[in-house]
T-cell receptor
Framework: DAGITQSPRYKITETGRQVTLMCHQT?????MFWYRQDLGHGLRLIYY???????DKGEVPDGYVVSRSKTENFPLTLESATRSQTSVYFC???????????FGPGTRLTVT | QKEVEQNSGPLSVPEGAIASLNCTYS??????FFWYRQYSGKSPELIMS????GDKEDGRFTAQLNKASQYVSLLIRDSQPSDSATYLC???????????FGKGTHLIIQP
C-alpha cells in the first residue's frame, strides 16, 4: 500500500514554464493539501481540498492552480514558474480539515 | 494571522536523557495540536496528536497541552541518536483549512 505518492520527486524547470506536480493517494481520504517548505518559513499551506471538485486557497496561493476531479488525485500547477517558487512541495491527506495529516515524500522543485 | 512559535535550536541532549521541546500558539480558539518529526531530506511524520488539556503518552513520547497558557510541549524519554531530527509543532483551529506549522526545533542527541 503506497499511501501517498508524489511525482516527479525532483524537477528543474526554467522561469516562465508551466509545471505540474502530481499527488496520488490510495487511502480515500477526503481531504488533500499542498504545502511548500522553505528555509526560514517552515511549512506553508498553498491550497487544500475537502472533496472532489471542492478546493480552497491557503496561506500562499498566488501563482498556483489546483484541481481535483477524482478523490485520489490532487495536481498542483505552476502556470508560469518563478524563481521564488523554488521549494520543496509536500502533498498531505487527512480524513478531516483539522485532524491528523499524512505527508507524501515531497517534490524538490528548482526554477532557474 | 495564526502563529506557532518554536525555538529553532539546535537543542543538544545527551543520549538517555529527556528531551523537552516547546511550542506556543497565538490563536486561543485552536483545538487540535500535533507533533511531527522530520529527518533531513524527508517528509514530516506524525508522532503525536493531542486535543485536550493534560498529558498524552505514547511509548517514549509525552505530549502536554495547556490551553490557558497556549502552550504545547513534547517530551522524549530515554533519547536515542535516532531521535535526532527537526520537530514541527502544528496547530489547527478546528476548521477545514489545514494546519499551521511552527518552523521547527532541531534536536541533536549526543551519543
Amino acid at each position: 500500500d503506497a499511501g501517498i505518492t508524489q511525482s516527479p520527486r525532483y524537477k528543474i524547470t526554467e522561469t516562465g514554464r508551466q509545471v505540474t506536480l502530481m499527488c496520488h493517494q490510495t487511502w480515500s481520504h477526503s481531504y488533500m493539501f499542498w504545502y511548500r517548505q522553505d528555509l526560514g518559513h517552515g511549512l506553508r499551506l498553498i491550497y487544500y481540498s475537502a472533496a472532489a471538485d471542492i478546493t480552497d486557497k491557503g496561506e500562499v496561493p498566488d501563482g498556483y492552480v489546483v484541481s481535483r476531479s477524482k478523490t485520489e488525485n490532487f495536481p498542483l500547477t505552476l502556470e508560469s514558474a518563478t524563481r521564488s517558487q523554488t521549494s520543496v512541495y509536500f502533498c498531505a491527506t487527512g480524513t478531516g480539515g483539522s485532524i491528523e495529516q499524512y505527508f507524501g515524500p515531497g517534490t524538490r522543485l528548482t526554477v532557474t | 494571522q495564526k502563529e506557532v512559535e518554536q525555538n529553532s535550536g539546535p537543542l543538544s541532549v545527551p543520549e538517555g536523557a529527556i528531551a523537552s521541546l516547546n511550542c506556543t500558539y497565538s490563536d486561543r480558539g485552536s483545538q487540535s495540536f500535533f507533533w511531527y518529526r522530520q529527518y533531513s531530506g524527508k517528509s514530516p511524520e506524525l508522532i503525536m496528536s493531542i486535543y485536550s488539556n493534560g498529558d498524552k503518552e505514547d511509548g517514549r513520547f509525552t505530549a502536554q497541552l495547556n490551553k490557558a497558557s497556549q502552550y504545547v510541549s513534547l517530551l522524549i524519554r530515554d533519547s536515542q541518536p535516532s531521535d535526532s531530527a527537526t520537530y514541527l509543532c502544528a496547530v489547527s483551529g478546528g476548521g477545514a483549512d489545514g494546519l499551521t506549522f511552527g518552523k521547527g526545533t532541531h534536536l541533536i542527541i549526543q551519543p
